[in-house]
């Protein structure tokens, strides 16, 4: 009876440790941030990469998303998102391996209504500005 029981006990153990070991392999420690700047909008977001659909969020004025970039991307994962506000979908790979792979930091987005602008850690803004919308 007590060799049950401490099994038990050993196997909670075991899948509790298991369960902390994947989550924290899950992330490589980057993220995608992608933020509102409609001003009056709502902005309905829709991401997803070749295996992962990470459901609908909608996103208030300056609110921000966070998606974890996962450790375990290979050298053409993308993750992209259809974003809708004023009636109209826009698409945007918010992250790209081939393009973003070598990029040690996180990757800022902010959505606005002529195009998405990344975060520059030199100007300390959103000032990279050079994408656009599909």
Known sequence: MIMVGSSIHTLRFFSLSL???????L???RSVNI?????????SILCR???KHLG???LNYERELTLPIEAKISKTSTFTC????NGRIHKLDVFNSERDGKVGKDLKWSIQNDRPCLWNY???KY???????S
């Open 127 to 133: 000032d990279l500005c050079k994408y656009s919308y």
């Open 19 to 25: 369960l902390v070991v994947s989550l924290v392999t």
């Open 27 to 29: 992330s490589d420690g």
């Open 35 to 43: 933020k509102n700047y409609l001003r009056n909008d709502l902005l």
């Open 122 to 124: 030199s100007t300390n």
């Open 49 to 51: 990469s070749e295996d």
């Open 56 to 58: 609908m969020k909608v």
């Open 82 to 85: 259809n974003m809708e506000w």
